[in-house]
Nanobody, 116 residues
Framework: QVQLVESGGGLVQPGGSLRLSCAASGFQFSIYVMSWYRQAPGKERELVARYSPFDAVTHYEDSVKGRFTLSRDNVGQTMWLQMNSLKVEDTAVYYC?????????WGQGTQVTVSS
């Protein structure tokens, strides 16, 4: 059974940091394009960061460049999103996503709230 389980969300003050985790199981993690998305209230879900194993390139959405870092462990089948210098506008539900051809998997999401 395929599972993507996010954790690590919470409430943090502006300028703070959080590290999200995505634990994957039930599929061959290493050959999937893995991404973090987020969805803020009243807004569409947007891509935050994406890693492709085909070219070993990580893409970041412009607003998070230099602040967020995506990393992954193929052996442990885990992906992380280190988020530094958090801003109020980073508040959203963050989702883990895995894609390979027609196979698309989502996690349940983890809430990140940045507020003073």
């Amino acid at each position: 059974q395929v599972q993507l389980v996010e954790s690590g969300g919470g409430l943090v003050q502006p300028g703070g940091s959080l590290r999200l985790s995505c634990a994957a199981s039930g599929f061959q993690f290493s050959i999937y394009v893995m991404s973090w998305y987020r969805q803020a209230p009243g807004k569409e879900r947007e891509l935050v960061a994406r890693y492709s194993p085909f070219d070993a390139v990580t893409h970041y959405e412009d607003s998070v460049k230099g602040r967020f870092t995506l990393s992954r462990d193929n052996v442990g089948q885990t992906m992380w999103l280190q988020m530094n210098s958090l801003k109020v506008e980073d508040t959203a539900v963050y989702y883990c996503n895995a894609v390979r051809n027609e196979f698309i998997y989502w996690g349940q999401g983890t809430q990140v709230t940045v507020s003073s």
